[in-house]
């Protein structure tokens, strides 16, 4: 059975949060509603099941004006961190792996040119990925390194005019197609996390010293791949090097910049789930009536909304205290945390009231589901967030 329009209008915004956003935001969600309806929603399941990007829809993504998110100048739009939460949000109802693509390439890598780069390199590399004319990717995560990445162990030894950086990435999305990888590494001469940019060949291809392959074998996010680095000898040019990056600090401050898209995402995945499901049940027939009749069905959507309500406003308020540079890393880690547990378990609720259809890529809720698997875990797990904010709560560390 695939899902239609429900009978009845299925209500998102129960508190009227939309009466708080201003025209260009509305404008904005329109038209990347609009993008994830005509280019993404026809082709996604396909591409799904292939393991791979649909990367023919980059086009029409770039021209959105949304590739940059945040970033003012160089050809970016200057979004408000509102604005960026709201792209995600749309992307991610659509689908979790083109919105993976957005974060990584506008958010993580770009982030770290804007934020890290000085202005030649800012003026090197940030017009050709806003314009997606190449893309970009983050390479922080190790073999062995994940939630504790500050002890990662890549290396860069200065000599002469490059730097040879050896070690290994994992789980580096888009780390096998990227035109430009921020590489980070630990310089030896002072043993400091530092991030060096990998550039492609004229030719198209990696030089020597840095080989990638797609991870397979996923159960989530199966339209973006990650890929596992090997990095043996590189050679980079110093003239590479982000000249403001000078120690891990910095890996924490483009995460905390990045960390509050996280519960936008999943917001979205649960506004999906949500839709799919309340559209389903009016449409399910057993017994001889819509299973939207019953009472354990209409208790699950009452409480699926509340969640989903205050997903929403958590969301906007984590918004507006960052666009009025008051929001703490300590009130992003509650978002990401809060909005990871309630969509994580919003997906399963909206997969067992679609029953076994819930299963079947064409309704959609499945996809939501798995990718939440993964939202839950990255740019901190969900027991790292916890540990950030009990350390606010009590002032003890917990971690190691």
Request: include cysteine; glycine fraction near 10%.
């Amino acid at each position: 059975m695939t899902i239609t329009k429900a009978a009845h209008p299925v209500d998102t915004d129960f508190y009227q949060i939309g009466d708080l956003l201003g025209d260009d935001d509305r404008n904005l969600i329109t038209r990347v509603r609009g993008f994830v309806d005509s280019e993404v929603l026809p082709v996604i399941n396909e591409y799904w099941e292939l393991a791979d990007f649909p990367y023919q829809i980059l086009p029409a993504l770039g021209e959105l004006g949304i590739v940059g998110t945040a970033i003012q100048g160089y050809g970016c739009p200057g979004l408000t961190r509102l604005q960026t939460g709201l792209v995600a949000m749309e992307l991610s109802r659509g689908d979790g792996s083109v919105n993976t693509l957005n974060a990584v390439h506008s958010g993580l890598a770009m982030g770290s040119i804007a934020l890290l780069g000085d202005d030649e390199q800012k003026q090197r590399w940030l017009p050709e990925m806003a314009a997606l004319r190449k893309l970009g990717a983050f390479a922080l995560t190790e073999p062995e390194h994940g939630s504790d990445s500050v002890a990662l162990e890549t290396t860069a030894r200065r000599e002469g005019d490059v730097y040879v950086i050896d070690g290994a990435k994992r789980w580096i999305g888009l780390g096998h197609v990227a035109d430009i990888v921020i590489i980070w590494a630990r310089d030896t001469a002072d043993s400091k996390v530092k991030a060096f940019v990998l550039e492609k060949n004229a030719d198209g291809g990696y030089p020597d010293g840095y080989e990638a392959e797609a991870i397979t074998g996923k159960i989530a996010k199966r339209a973006i791949q990650q890929a596992h680095i090997e990095i043996s000898g590189l050679r980079i040019p110093a003239g590479n090097k982000l000249a403001k990056s000078t120690s891990f600090r910095d890996v924490s401050a483009i995460l905390n910049r990045t960390r509050s898209t996280v519960a936008w995402e999943a917001l979205g995945h649960a506004l999906a789930a949500y839709e799919a499901a309340a559209a389903y049940v009016q449409e399910r027939v057993q017994f001889g009536k819509p299973i939207a009749s019953y009472q354990l069905v209409q208790n699950k959507l009452a409480n699926m909304l509340a969640d989903l309500t205050a997903m929403q406003l958590l969301c906007f308020r984590t918004a507006t205290l960052q666009d009025e540079g008051r929001l703490t890393n300590e009130q992003a880690s509650l978002a990401t945390m809060f909005t990871g547990q309630h969509a994580r378990a919003l997906c399963r609720d909206a997969r067992d009231l679609l029953g076994g259809n819930g299963l079947l890529l064409e309704n959609h809720v499945a996809r939501h589901l798995t990718d939440m698997e993964v939202v839950h875990t990255y740019e901190g797990t969900d027991f790292i967030q916890s540990l950030i904010i009990g350390r606010q709560i009590t002032g003890i560390s917990a971690f190691a």
